[in-house]
């Protein structure tokens, strides 16, 4: 289970491993997910993370923790309990998703 000591120190440390400006994702039990730019306020029960909106026309972009701010992705904030998490997401890759027309492999 998610915590307090996670995001408080746990979740740092893992994005440095990560190379400092990795995707972070949350992922909840409800099935939704939040793409994180930062984090805004940790406490006992839940986490506040500034979050990037997920839109159609940017399905295939994928923002980085801690990123400077861009004009393409717009932002909101997010008050998450950590009950709710199931799972959270490092990904370091540097290359940017590549969206294919149809439904061939390449």
Known sequence: MFDHEYFA???QR??????????VEIQLSSGHSHRVRQL???TTGYVTVRAYLARADLAHHR???????????ETFYAVIAYESIVAIILDPSQEQARGRPGFAAG
């Open 14 to 23: 893992d994005v440095e491993l990560a190379g400092g400006h990795p995707i």
């Open 9 to 11: 120190g746990t979740l």
């Open 40 to 42: 805004v306020d940790v």
């Open 63 to 73: 923002p980085r923790f801690g990123e400077v701010e861009s004009s393409s992705h």
